[in-house]
């Protein structure tokens, strides 16, 4: 494992478990969703916890089907992408989770056995239409899981203060 794959890999684990410059990682926000909280939209065109988690997954996924075939499969507009809420459900909690850090393990086992110039390979992206290199799908990959850590922080303080609300300890 060479520099540019190491880092990657640092980058990736911090958001995950770490603590990152940004403040909180995956690991910190969902200790503070209670598992009543995990399934439920704060408000109707909002998303679940779920439901960011199974859409993480299902891009975790296909990232790692272009690492090891060179071509993925899933485009944007796949039912997958978004999960309906009742089968979250029917999956439950711990499936959710463990299937969320499972993908992100195979991700970085795999990172882990290649070298710097697996980065500058491409591969052939079905969603954008073209090639681009690992580097550009793996720091996308990474600017998308920031972007829905940032998602879960405010899924959390919207449910924190309607159950504030609820409680009459709105302030």
Known sequence: MNDKIRDLVSQMTEIQNGRPWIGSSFDRKLELVRDEDFFRRPIADMHSVAEILSHLTIWRKETLLKMETGQ???????????????????????????????????????????????????????????????????QGMLHHDIYHLGQIGYIIKFLDLQSHEKSGNSS
């Open 72 to 138: 993925g499969s899933l485009t944007d507009d796949d039912p997958s992408n978004w999960k309906d809420l009742d089968i979250l459900k029917s999956m439950g909690r711990t499936q959710i989770m463990d299937t969320y850090e499972t993908s992100l393990k195979e991700i970085l086992n795999h990172l882990k056995s290649e070298n710097d110039d697996f980065l500058e390979q491409t591969y052939f992206d079905t969603d954008f239409k073209g090639r681009y290199t690992y580097a550009w799908l793996l």
